[in-house]
């Protein structure tokens, strides 16, 4: 899609048109907001709540090799973008949880099935990368 | 999906089984393979050779941003995992051109619809940043 910048004659917006967004222009917002999702621990962590609203400590366990501080951090992008849904629960002890938005839920379906492809490809991964080798 | 480590009894792995990638587990090579095809200029770079193949400077004119070495080693890592071929152009002068392989063919769809999602759902993420920033 392209930036609209209004009309040349008129100088008006279409409010429509105006909101066009484009991630292949560096200058639109949609490209930090994609990295924001394509990230790889956001990803990794909005994929784990596709399942369920999972605490802090059980997306880490899930997302493996991820720090608190790395994980803390993408949660509060994915949060501030709208994406993910942080809840303080009042039980005895209190703790805090995490649930996808219903922005996020649909989202989320989009990354399963781009992990679910690479994954399922991995064996023509591996045969194009020792192929590759074989050549240079 | 769970990394297989073979019967415990006979030792024996189910070659089917093994190849199981889990992007979730640390050690797995899946983990990297996506990450290669959700970096930034990777992403971008494949999705736009849905529409047709593209010379090096094609690709870095739609890539607005990108600049000359983080393209080219992102065109390597995308040749190297079998998504985007090489190919040198016997013509006069001889120029090179990339296209994505089948296997490229069937990713760029899912990174389209990722990108487009994200791009359609910009006011909402702007509205949810809003929204953020006034709470904090």
Redesign the interface.
């Given at each position: 899609?392209e930036r609209t910048q209004g009309s040349a004659e008129t100088g008006e917006v279409d409010p429509a048109e105006a909101?066009?967004?484009?991630?292949?222009?560096?200058a639109c917002?949609?490209?930090g907001?994609?990295?924001h999702?394509?990230g790889?621990w956001s990803?990794?962590a909005l994929?784990?709540l596709l399942d369920a609203p999972h605490r802090f400590g059980e997306l880490r366990r899930?997302?493996?090799?991820v720090s608190e501080k790395m994980l803390s951090q993408s949660l509060q992008g994915l949060?501030?973008?709208?994406w993910v849904h942080r809840e303080v629960r009042s039980s005895i002890p209190p703790h805090v949880e995490y649930r996808l938005t219903p922005?996020g839920a649909?989202?989320a379906p989009?990354?399963l099935?781009?992990?679910t492809?690479?994954?399922?490809?991995?064996?023509?991964?591996?045969?194009?990368?020792e192929?590759?080798?074989s050549r240079s």
């Open positions: 899609m909101f066009a967004a484009d991630v292949f222009s560096r917002t949609s490209r907001a994609l990295e999702v394509t790889k990803l990794l994929t784990a899930r997302v493996d090799g949060e501030r973008d709208g922005a649909e989202l989009r990354l099935a781009l992990v492809f690479v994954e399922d490809h991995m064996p023509e991964v591996h045969r194009a990368r192929d590759h080798d």
